[in-house]
């Protein structure tokens, strides 16, 4: 079964690639698909949700940081 990660991945790749082909920064890029990414949230979700997820993948930057449901 396809998955949308299987779908989306090889196109921000190949995206990646070309733009370092280009000497294009990989924060630029980062941020044109961010502003993406809002673009297609705003039309199926609601801002109060889209803020939500926003704080929670912000509150969980860190990879060494563990989960607040993880014990130690």
Known sequence: ???????????????LAEGADKKLSTDAMARIMFEQALRI??????????RAELVEAADHLDPDEDFMFMRP
């Open 41 to 50: 949230w705003r039309g199926c979700r609601t801002p109060e949700d889209i």
């Open 1 to 15: 079964m396809t998955t949308a990660r299987d779908i989306v991945m090889p196109h921000i790749e190949a995206a």
